[in-house]
């Protein structure tokens, strides 16, 4: 239900308080009281500021396992979007019947007109898995939130776009770094994004299967320090 109220100040301080809470609205409140003796009581709501739409930063889009990057993903892979406005709270993933939703807190991401599964929603910044069905080639990326609709912005689909997160020693799963280094011949795992679609596919943002599992469908090149190393399975 929405109210209209007209507010109209009686003295220079009156009117100086209305300036002040129109400039700022999202630091006041207002509070509406009843004359109804039937019925006494104050309604008070939280002002709000005026919003925009949902804005893309320039070269926002980036390969979520990286600091920064081109704008180029593959189908499946996740990516990070940067912006304003991009959502109305900050609020993690939502699994609805094993699958990521693709609608979080009001903000939706649609990639070459499909629809983007959302690990991740605030403000600032997203986090989300590009549509499986996605071509290679140019795309657009628009961000829809309860203000609007964003500007486009490009984004390369190609058919693979890998991001690495982090190494660690498969014998006791601590992460690689300069003070837990690996040894030559030591197993390390690899976690990563954007390496191609899986076979058996899995769908936009489908949960693993522990049976079966789903592989790259072409194994991956790797190098450590620049020399090759034996991918056993991915």
Do not use: C
Not at 129 to 142: H, S
């Amino acid at each position: 239900v929405h109210y209209r109220v007209n507010i109209s100040p009686t003295d220079a301080g009156g009117l100086s308080a209305l300036t002040t809470a129109l400039n700022a609205p999202e630091a006041h409140y207002l509070d509406v009281h009843t004359t109804d003796q039937r019925s006494p009581g104050a309604l008070r709501g939280q002002l709000a500021g005026p919003v925009t739409q949902p804005v893309i930063s320039e070269n926002g889009i980036v390969n979520a396992a990286l600091a920064e990057g081109t704008m180029t993903a593959s189908p499946g892979s996740l990516i990070s979007i940067f912006g304003a406005n991009l959502s109305q709270a900050t609020v993690g993933a939502v699994v609805k019947n094993g699958k990521l939703a693709t609608s979080v807190s009001g903000t939706e991401v649609r990639i070459g007109g499909l629809s983007a599964a959302i690990l991740h929603v605030s403000p600032g910044q997203l986090n989300v898995q590009t549509p499986i069905g996605l071509n290679a080639g140019e795309t657009d990326v628009k961000v829809t939130t309860v203000w609007g609709v964003s500007a486009a912005q490009s984004l390369l689909i190609s058919n693979a776009s890998p991001g690495i997160f982090a190494v660690v020693k498969a014998s006791d799963f601590s992460v690689v770094t300069s003070q837990n280094p690996v040894a030559p011949g030591q197993m390390v795992i690899v976690f990563t994004t954007g390496v191609g679609v899986g076979v058996p596919p899995l769908g936009t943002g489908q949960l693993a299967l522990a049976s079966p599992l789903s592989y790259t469908a072409v194994t991956p090149i790797a190098s450590i320090g620049g020399i090759g190393a034996t991918v056993t399975t991915s």
